[in-house]
């Protein structure tokens, strides 16, 4: 079946540090992925999605490109805020069941110090 | 426009008593579903619904868990009787679609703890 593998936390960077979160999937169709954030006491938002092959999804300067070849969907961001303390969730959608549901990898806690 | 929302937030029951959880969709967006997400990892599907019709409904336990969605818009998530290990952020999500590329929007959560 469809599975999704992320580094684990926490990753604790300083601010203005480059962050990568690695990501890397199995899948058994042409996924679409995705990178979802939880911030402390909130729900879980969307932050980027890739649709199809060398796609690079990006928002609020976090970056993925969906690589097939390595099957992997790395997060990065050039310099990251106290603000983006958060657990990131990578997940992928899949049309190998009857519907379209997303299966997440385990999640990494980011933590950014001043 | 507004979101997913989900009630309760917060909920604590003994083991063996029930419990249901309440989601209102997007308006406008006619497929829900259900997560379940346990301290430490990702959420996982219990059920989809497409309208009032179940999508994927494989992963739900369903000799405690079951789910409806009479009028195809909210839904409500009952587990009868509770065990421990349903101790978990019982997540509601929607999306305009079915398909891969369709974005899944998510609720605030309820939090069960079964004592």
């Known amino acids: 079946g469809d599975s999704v593998t992320q580094m684990e936390g926490p990753v604790t960077l300083s601010e203005e540090a480059f962050l990568t979160i690695n990501c890397t999937y199995t899948a058994t169709g042409y996924p679409s992925l995705f990178w979802y954030v939880q911030y402390p006491g909130e729900g879980l938002q969307l932050l980027l999605k890739?649709?199809?092959?060398?796609d690079k999804g990006s928002n609020k300067g976090f970056e993925a490109t969906y690589r097939k070849e390595t099957t992997s969907f790395h997060l990065e961001k050039g310099s990251v805020q106290v603000s983006d303390s958060a657990v990131y969730f990578c997940?992928?959608?899949?049309?190998?069941?009857?519907?379209?549901?997303?299966?997440f990898g385990g999640g990494t806690r980011l933590m950014v110090k001043p | 426009e507004a979101g997913v929302a989900q009630s309760p937030r917060y909920k604590i029951i003994e083991k063996r008593q029930s419990v249901a959880f309440w989601c209102n969709p997007i308006?406008?967006?006619?497929?829900l579903y259900w997560y379940q997400q346990i301290l430490g990892q990702g959420p996982k599907l219990l059920i989809q619904?497409?309208?009032?019709?179940?999508?994927?409904d494989s992963q739900l336990p369903k000799d405690r868990f079951s789910a409806e969605r009479l009028k195809g818009v909210d839904s409500t998530l009952k587990i009868q009787p509770a065990k421990l290990e349903d101790s978990a952020v019982y997540l509601c999500?929607?999306?305009?679609?079915?398909?891969?590329?369709?974005?899944?929007?998510f609720g605030p959560g309820t939090r069960l703890t079964v004592l």
């Open positions: 997940a992928l959608s899949d049309r190998g069941n009857a519907g379209n549901m997303l299966t």
């Open positions: 890739a649709t199809k092959a060398d």
């Open positions: 999500a929607s999306s305009s679609g079915t398909r891969p590329t369709d974005t899944q929007y």
């Open positions: 619904f497409q309208n009032n019709g179940v999508v994927d």
């Open positions: 308006s406008g967006h006619a497929t």
